[in-house]
Every structure is written in C-alpha cells, then in structure tokens.
C-alpha cells in the first residue's frame, strides 16, 4: 500500500500544488469556522464537539482531565466506499 501526498494527487489529475493548496484551505477554513463540506458521493467533513475525557499520563500514572474541543469528522460518501470496497483494479 503506497502512501500519496500532495505532489501525487496535483500530478495525477494536471491541477496544480497552488489550486490543489487553495481547495484544501477552503476546506479546512470553512470546517474550522464550523461549517459542513460535503462533496456528494465522496466524503463529507463536518466540525463536532469532543466531550472532555480522563486520561492517564504513562510517565507518571497521574489522572487528568482534558478540556472539551472541537474536531474535525470525515466520512466517506456511498461512492468512495464503494470504489474502495472493490479493491484495486487489475
């Protein structure tokens, strides 16, 4: 299974890195201003609210609380998880 970055997904599809950058800031600027972004059929990214947890520190086995924060979700559309279910092309 190979890792893909960036540069892989500008040079596959002919877009390049400063169009493929401003899509990925749109993205992440409207999630973080708590807005969806749904691209039908391929994924959805939505902000939602992580309730505050105990956890333990390992070094020290002391107990704490973390504050509550918002996150971003991702779910992948009926498309993408049928492509995926498929496998690889042959």
Not at 27 to 47: E, N
Not at 53 to 71: D, H, L, Y
């Amino acid at each position: 299974m190979a890792k893909r970055t960036k540069d892989d997904v500008a040079k596959a599809t002919g877009v390049t890195m400063q169009k493929l950058n401003e899509i990925l800031d749109y993205i992440v600027g409207a999630v973080a201003a708590g807005d969806t972004v749904q691209l039908t059929g391929a994924f959805t990214v939505k902000p939602v609210e992580a309730a505050a947890r105990t956890v333990r520190v390992p070094s020290t086995g002391e107990t704490m609380t973390t504050k509550p924060k918002r996150v971003p979700r991702f779910s992948a559309g009926s498309d993408w998880k049928r492509v995926v279910a498929a496998g690889p092309k042959s």
